[in-house]
């Protein structure tokens, strides 16, 4: 999708959230969460980011992932995007869990190569495959893009270089780009998906759009309807209506 | 120096299908038992409880209800004179963890064997002679008949509520059943499942080829139901959520639901959890075993002797004990001898997705794990290998086990992984797609096995389970020839699209993508010492107090599930031990 389709409002929300000026003023604005106070005077339509304040990613990390994941799930006519529906708090929450840590993978060496069929081989927990990965990408960004880093970048640079992150064509410093592109890709698809008690689908608004039911868990009065479409919205884990 | 604790007549090392079964068995026959579990205390009221259960990230992203890998794995290579990794991640099979291990996960498709799947290696030899089998193929006979098997398969599904029809009960062919399946002694427990629309589609696409569909076989309950044991279930409101969850709704058969309530509370039977057994202790000699060790909740080692040990883990972990313990000599792939680790083989599974337009409700979040339509005409004898080019056969059907966003949503061909596009190529995939899959057989073979590695270690210190395997000619073959008839069938539907998956010549097993949790072999049962490591009991051979009935003891991979094979294996060795090995311990069958 291109930068045109978005409404002006929408290009104001996203330019708010990563053009986030460094120094004592970023520091405040980071501290209270994002949006800053200009974005919230200037709040779009379409709804916002609650204040989230990462606790995991630092300031340059945090603008690359609000880039990266409003490249993958963009708002548009289909329904809400990554931002907006807190994607980014998503993944800072989920980056300090124990699964993050590698506490359900095996961690122990001998780390030897092997062929895609093996799997990742490498001696990273998700957090650091994530983290790595981010440094990675916009030391790439800076030295190709005249010193812009990946957030800085126009959208189509930035969808340019998650294509090419996905088709393994940027050679990252320490680590596969595919490997990061595709573990960072399923994050985002989680929190855009998962129940919103984790930190995104606010609203159950990515369930709205595919027309997912949620956690309702209770369809034998339904399976036999074959002429209408399923007609009730979503329930999240806390019992509320979407 | 471990702590010993009191002795007990059995040991019991798992509490899935096979420690349930053993344990109420041999609880029953009034010997004192013993379950050691390597995780946590599970209960459908306690830890299945709606809604939480049903949470897609901790399910299936973070593997709540399935084994950790990070204390124990496998290496995988894909053949002798490669160097193996470890699978780091949860990918293509899934092992279970705590009480009701892959029984509570797994999805409730509920088959029996097909009778000529237990004679395999002499159907195709009286059929075909000795050389339609490629060199390397190393199938076996089952050394057990389907009659002598029949009254517990029969068991197992009155266990588990068994939702189906019969398609030839007392040896007459009934309408609407499996025509091609052995003679059922009585009726499935419980009628079929609703159908959902991909299934319905499907039985008419089946038909119109010539086809016999039948309903899938499903220990997902279509009706309230008692079980034998007095264990009640609730019909199964298709909420979704099998594969990868414990039941929410006391639905689909479980250890949890459906033995284990009879069991807890019995003076002559005790459950530790959290107690990870390291090995299978011998006497000097070797000839038979004392008891385990295991580490109990607070990871202090402790002895726990038994005059019966019952190897009740996931098949890939009954054979990794047998190979520490040292119970049985190791295969070595070079020479062909050595029994334990030996005919390690897989499902040769494969989907085809088919996208249908917005008025066409298939809604992938309804599903029941074991639910849907079937045809068996291309597996068991149906197939010709010297027509197909191929060595046994595979079941086609459509499932739909419950599809979730955070599990993945499969798109359209052509749909990218991301952006605008994705979002749009999701919403359409959601509600208005559905899959066939075609679960083929899996030979075994002389380089497909399973030993000790040399270079990894779990977090006990013992070397880690090495898995040697990969697809032969054989198995793409089938992929091939199989997805083709799926995807002619799907013609007849017209879909807006397909999405087929068939192996192609070159191609190599992937430890990523989840394929199938039904991994078997590797300790199998024969009739001969030289090439199985258990007698048809599920004795082993070398070890006569050491029982492992378990899917390991498959000689190779049918087109089924495994799991009512094993349910009835597991009665079968039960019966054997009750009826004879108590009266008289030492070999069932003189080697």
Not at chain 1, 184 to 207: I, V
Not at chain 2, 256 to 274: C, H, Q, S, W
Not at chain 2, 478 to 489: G, I
């Amino acid at each position: 999708m291109s930068d045109d389709q978005q409404s002006q409002s929408r290009r104001r929300l996203i330019k708010s959230l990563v053009f986030v000026p460094m120094g004592a003023g970023a520091a405040a604005a980071l501290h209270q969460g994002l949006p800053n106070a200009n974005a919230s005077a200037t709040a779009p339509a379409e709804g916002k980011p609650n204040p989230y304040t990462p606790k995991f990613f630092n300031a340059k990390e945090w603008k690359f992932v609000i880039a990266a994941v409003d490249r993958l799930i963009p708002h548009d006519e289909h329904g809400p995007g990554a931002v907006e529906l807190g994607v980014p708090e998503f993944l800072d929450r989920h980056m300090q869990s124990p699964y993050a840590s590698g506490s359900i993978w095996y961690m122990q060496g001998p780390f030897l190569e092997a062929t895609s069929e093996f799997g990742y081989q490498g001696k990273l927990p998700l957090k650091d495959i994530i983290r790595v990965g981010i440094a990675n990408v916009d030391a790439h960004c800076v030295k190709t893009f005249s010193s812009k880093a990946f957030a800085d970048l126009d959208l189509r640079m930035q969808e340019a270089v998650l294509k090419d992150l996905e088709g393994g064509k940027i050679k990252l410093a320490d680590i596969s780009s595919k490997q990061f592109f595709a573990d960072f890709l399923a994050e985002t698809r989680a929190g855009y998906f998962s129940d919103p008690s984790h930190g995104g689908n606010k609203d159950m608004g990515a369930w709205k759009m595919i027309g997912y039911p949620g956690m309702r868990g209770d369809y034998l009065e339904w399976v036999k309807i074959r002429d209408k479409p399923y007609p009730l919205g979503p329930v999240d884990l806390a019992g509320r209506r979407g | 120096m471990a702590i010993v604790k009191e002795k007990k007549d059995a040991v019991i090392v798992g509490a899935g299908w096979v420690g349930a079964i053993m344990a109420k068995e041999l609880t029953d026959a009034g010997l004192n038992v013993v379950i050691l579990e390597r995780g946590p205390d599970r209960d459908t009221q306690t830890d299945f409880a709606y809604p939480r259960v049903i949470d897609e990230l901790e399910g299936s992203v973070h593997r709540k209800y399935l084994q950790s890998l990070a204390q124990e794995t496998v290496t995988i290579r894909h053949n002798l004179s490669t160097v193996a990794v470890p699978k780091r991640r949860m990918g293509s099979f899934k092992p279970g963890t705590g009480v009701g291990g892959a029984g509570s996960h797994w999805s409730g498709v509920h088959f029996r064997a097909l009778p000529e799947d237990l004679n395999l290696r002499s159907t195709m030899e009286q059929r075909y002679g000795k050389k339609i089998m490629p060199a390397g193929m190393s199938i076996q006979d089952f050394p057990v008949t389907f009659e002598e098997l029949e009254p517990h398969f029969s068991h197992f599904e009155y266990v588990c509520g068994t939702s189906g029809k019969a398609g030839v009960l007392n040896g007459k062919v009934v309408e609407g059943g499996n025509p091609f399946e052995g003679s059922r002694s009585r009726e499935y427990p419980l009628g079929p499942n609703p159908d959902y629309l991909g299934g319905e589609m499907f039985y008419k696409a089946a038909r119109e080829m010539g086809y016999h569909p039948f309903p899938i076989p499903a220990s997902n309950t279509s009706a309230s139901y008692v079980n034998p044991y007095g264990c009640q279930m609730g019909p199964c409101n298709f909420c979704g959520f099998c594969s990868d969850y414990g039941c929410l709704n006391y639905s689909k058969a479980s250890p949890n639901i459906n033995i284990f309530p009879v069991l807890r509370g019995r003076k002559n039977f005790e459950m530790r959890t959290l107690a990870q057994v390291l090995k299978v202790n011998l006497t000097a000699d070797g000839k038979m075993a004392t008891g385990v060790n295991y580490l109990d909740a607070g990871g202090q080692e402790c002895e726990q002797p038994a005059d019966i040990v019952i190897l009740g883990a996931f098949s890939l972990y009954n054979v990794h004990l047998m190979l520490i313990s040292k119970i049985g000599p190791a295969y070595d792939p070079v020479t062909r001898t050595g029994t334990v680790g030996r005919n390690y083989s897989y499902q040769n599974l494969n989907r085809v997705s088919l996208f249908f337009d917005k008025n066409v409700h298939a809604n992938q979040f309804m599903g029941i794990g074991g639910g849907g339509t079937a045809f068996d005409d291309l597996n068991g004898n149906r197939n010709d290998p010297t027509k197909s080019g191929f060595v046994g056969g595979g079941v086609i059907w459509a499932r739909q086990p419950g599809g979730g966003p955070v599990r993945g949503i499969a798109t359209a061909p052509g749909v990218p992984n991301w952006g605008s596009d994705w979002k749009k190529g999701a919403k359409d995939a959601m509600r208005h797609s559905f899959y066939y899959e075609v679960q083929g057989s899996c030979m075994a073979y002389d380089d497909a096995y399973l030993d000790l590695d040399p270079n990894y270690k779990d977090a006990f210190g013992r070397p880690l389970l090495r898995m040697t395997f990969d697809w032969h000619d054989n198995e793409i073959a089938a992929s091939a020839y199989l997805v083709d008839k799926a995807q002619e069938m799907c013609k007849v539907l017209n879909p807006l699209a397909t999405k087929g998956d068939a192996k192609k010549p070159g191609t190599h097993y992937n430890i990523n993508q989840y394929q199938s949790t039904h991994t078997v072999g590797g300790a199998i049962m024969g009739a001969d010492p030289k090439t199985s490591a258990l007698n048809k009991y599920l004795q082993s051979w070398d070890v006569p107090n050491v029982f492992a009935p378990g899917a390991n003891a498959f000689p190779q991979n049918n087109g089924y599930n495994p799991t009512g094979m094993v349910g009835a294996l597991a009665y079968w060795c039960a019966k054997a031990i009750r009826e004879q090995y108590i009266k008289n311990p030492g070999p069932l069958v003189q080697a």
